[in-house]
């Protein structure tokens, strides 16, 4: 079966750089969402969009963005990259934001270092 | 708000003895409940999910666990060790009109023989 599929799977950034990370979700799948998780650290919750339209947002920095296109995938952008900013980065997704059950699958994720 | 809180950030258990990872949560409303499993290097890989459901679970590699509404406890149980089942063990909680997963801090389980 078709999975979450992240891109690039490691990228390594200098500081104050730009990152675009893709995330392309199952197919069907209608809601992305986007994680971080830092060493160590459990995953926290940074975007989701439903629809092409933003459905919930987290501890999302203003140097970030984020859009889901008319194919579902989604970018996030991160801009003025900080050495912080280095972490493991998920995508998921699920069918039908709102619905009970809806079960989100998660990517393998895009590991960023920041130098 | 919703949370969740795992008890033990490190859990030892010898091959063949019984797992337990203990996961507490707090929500207003009945929560969706999740254990998830992360081995080194690879994204989060769901084991099991309450619904609201039946209250013990069975998920996958022979993991379950109970939802104790009077205890607000979701902890994960195996009855036998096994040394691939060495990895990082996140509960999380969802509100149901909010899709969003809250994760606890995370268990890191080590099997050794």
């Known amino acids: 079966a078709a999975g979450v599929i992240q891109s690039p799977r490691h990228l390594i950034k200098e500081k104050r750089e730009t990152a675009t990370l893709k995330c392309y979700p199952i197919p069907r799948h209608d809601t992305v969402y986007w994680y971080q998780q830092g060493p160590g650290q459990d995953p926290q919750f940074l975007i989701s969009f439903y629809e092409k339209m933003q459905s919930d947002k987290g501890s999302i920095p203003d140097r970030f963005s984020a859009q889901q296109f008319s194919d579902y995938h989604s970018e996030l952008n991160m801009s003025s990259l900080e050495l912080g900013d280095s972490a493991l980065y998920f995508c998921?997704?699920?069918?039908?934001?709102?619905?009970?059950?809806?079960?989100?699958?998660f990517g393998p994720g895009t590991r960023l270092t920041v130098l | 708000a919703q949370s969740v809180t795992q008890l033990g950030s490190h859990v030892s258990v010898s091959e063949g003895a019984l797992v337990l990872l203990r996961c507490n949560y707090s929500?207003?409303?009945?929560?969706?409940l999740f254990w998830y499993v992360q081995y080194p290097n690879q994204g989060l890989q769901l084991l099991l999910k309450y619904t609201s459901a039946a209250t013990l679970v069975k998920g996958i590699n022979g993991f379950e666990a109970e939802f104790k509404k009077s205890e607000t406890s979701f902890h994960l149980t195996k009855p036998s060790a096994h040394m691939s089942d060495a990895a990082e063990y996140f509960c999380?909680?969802?509100?149901?009109?909010?899709?969003?997963?809250?994760f606890g801090a995370g268990t890191r389980l080590a099997v050794h023989p």
């Open positions: 929500s207003s409303v009945p929560p969706y």
């Open positions: 999380a909680v969802r509100l149901g009109g909010y899709n969003k997963l809250i």
């Open positions: 998921a997704s699920s069918l039908k934001s709102g619905t009970d059950n809806n079960e989100q699958f």
